[in-house]
C-alpha cells in the first residue's frame, strides 16, 4: 500500500470523527424533540414505523448481496450496492427521527421473559447502530482511497455490526408493533 493512500484516507479522518460524534447527538436531541407537544400543529407520522423497519430488512438483504458480489469478484456491483446500504441506513435514519418528533414513543407491552429479551435485543441495537457509524465511514473511506487491503480488514468488523444493527431493527419492531396505536 502506497504512502499516498494512506495521506488520502488521513484526509477524512476529521470527518469520520465529527459525523460520528454529531450524527448519535442530533439522533439523541431530536428524538427528545416532539413537535406536538412544543404546539406545532403537525399530523403524527404513524405510518413511518413499519416503512422504516422495511428499510432495514432491504439493508440487511443488500450487505448480504453485496457480500456475495465481492466474493464472485464483482467489485462494482458490490460497491453499488454499499453505497445503496448507505443510502437506505441514511433514509432510515431520516424517518426514523421525523417518526419520534411528531407521535408519542411506544411502550413495549410484554411481560416476562420476553420483556428482557426485548430490552436486550433494543439495547444491544442501539449501542451497536452508534458503534457501527465510524466503522461504516472508516470501510467506505479505505474503499474509496483504494486501500483496499485495510478496506478488507475492517469490512469483517463492519459487516457483522451493521448486518447486527439492520436485522436487530426488524426484530425490535416486529416485537413492538403490537402495541402502536
Keep these: 500500500m502506497s504512502d499516498i493512500n494512506i495521506e488520502k484516507e488521513k484526509k477524512y479522518n476529521k470527518w469520520i470523527v465529527a459525523l460520528s460524534i454529531i450524527i448519535p447527538v442530533a439522533v439523541a436531541a431530536l428524538f ?3 413537535l406536538r407537544r412544543l404546539g406545532f400543529d403537525v399530523e403524527p407520522l404513524t405510518f ?12 440487511a438483504i443488500v450487505l448480504i ?4 458480489a465481492i466474493k464472485k469478484r464483482n467489485r462494482k456491483l458490490h460497491e453499488n450496492l454499499m453505497k445503496f446500504a448507505i443510502a437506505l441506513s441514511v433514509s432510515f435514519l431520516v424517518m426514523y427521527v421525523a417518526y419520534h418528533m411528531t407521535s408519542d414513543s411506544t411502550k413495549f407491552g410484554g411481560e ?3 420483556r ?3 430490552f436486550f435485543i433494543l439495547i444491544t441495537h442501539i449501542l451497536l447502530s452508534i458503534v457501527v457509524i465510524p466503522f461504516v465511514l472508516v ?29 436487530t431493527g426488524v ?11
Design 139 to 167: 470501510t467506505y473511506v479505505r474503499a474509496i482511497t483504494n486501500n483496499i487491503k485495510r478496506h478488507k480488514k475492517i469490512a469483517k468488523i463492519t459487516f457483522p455490526l451493521w448486518l447486527y444493527v439492520a436485522i
Design 112 to 114: 416476562g421473559v420476553i
Design 48 to 59: 413511518l414505523p413499519p416503512i422504516y423497519a422495511s428499510v432495514n430488512a432491504l439493508t
Design 171 to 181: 426484530v425490535v419492531y416486529l416485537m413492538i408493533s403490537p402495541y402502536y396505536q
Design 116 to 118: 428482557y429479551i426485548y
Design 32 to 34: 427528545g424533540v416532539n
Design 65 to 68: 448481496a453485496a457480500v456475495v
